[in-house]
């Protein structure tokens, strides 16, 4: 085990006890969640997100950042795509239970469901909204992601090189990305057989804590692409 590894597990053995034993810290999180939402998200995904391509980085190549990983670059981005998802979750919950209520004639019972206590209902309803929700903006989502990662790692991972050229969206998605990988893993895959069930899961747990799930996911995904790598 390296040295980055052991300060690593100390900072979030720190955080975790933080949170455990430091009077009003969960309750000032819960209350701030609650009241800042969207900033919230900026900052659980802003942290976790980038956590979880720094763990990638520390699989494939031993280190958790090297010259152009772009750690500013890629916190503003996790950041501001947390608030598109927290944005996005909130839609689809509150569509998704529209669409069954009156789509198919439910007449209310997927509301009751979906804001009662643990039952297949719910279950029914959570997986819903992720089967929804991964299909139709998942890959949006992902597609500009890699466009992102594309263009810090072609400005040098600066914060002043991100801003400073133009995002060539259309010559990036048309000759970068590699779609054999993109379409193939982690559309075809990823989203089916981690997305689907992860999300209903997430939809399953009191509105609070689900972006903070959510973000957490990010770091369980950089694991599973730095595998396939």
């Keep these: 085990m390296k040295i980055s590894d052991k300060i690593t597990i ?45 763990l990638s980085l520390r699989i494939r190549e031993g280190v958790y950042l090297k010259k152009g990983f772009g750690l500013l670059p890629k916190m503003l981005v996790w950041g501001v795509l947390g608030v598109v998802i927290a944005s996005a979750m909130t839609i689809f919950k509150t569509g998704t239970v529209v669409l069954l209520d009156k789509g198919f004639h439910l007449n209310g019972k997927a509301a009751m469901w979906f804001i009662g206590n643990l039952s297949w209902g719910k279950f029914f309803v959570a997986l819903c909204v992720s089967v929804l929700m991964n299909t139709l903006f998942a890959p949006v989502f992902m597609t500009f992601h890699k466009i992102t990662d594309i263009h810090i790692a072609e400005t040098g991972g600066s914060l002043a090189g991100f801003f400073s050229s133009p995002l060539c969206i259309q010559q990036t998605m048309a000759e970068k990305i590699n779609w054999n990988i993109q379409y193939g893993f982690v559309f075809k895959k990823t ?16 509105g609070t804590y689900q972006v903070l799930f959510a973000a957490a996911l990010g770091v369980a995904l950089g694991v599973i692409l730095s595998i396939k790598k």
Excluded: Q
């Excluded at 989203?191 to 009191?206: G, K, M, Q, R």
């Design 10 to 54: 100390i900072v979030i053995a720190a955080v975790i006890c933080g949170f455990a034993f430091i009077p009003g810290a969960w309750d000032w999180f819960i209350r701030n969640t609650n009241n800042h939402g969207l900033l919230m998200s900026f900052f659980k995904f802003a942290i976790l997100g980038t956590f979880g391509e720094m």
């Design 191 to 206: 989203i089916p057989l981690f997305w689907y069930p992860a999300h209903t899961i997430t939809f399953l747990l009191p």
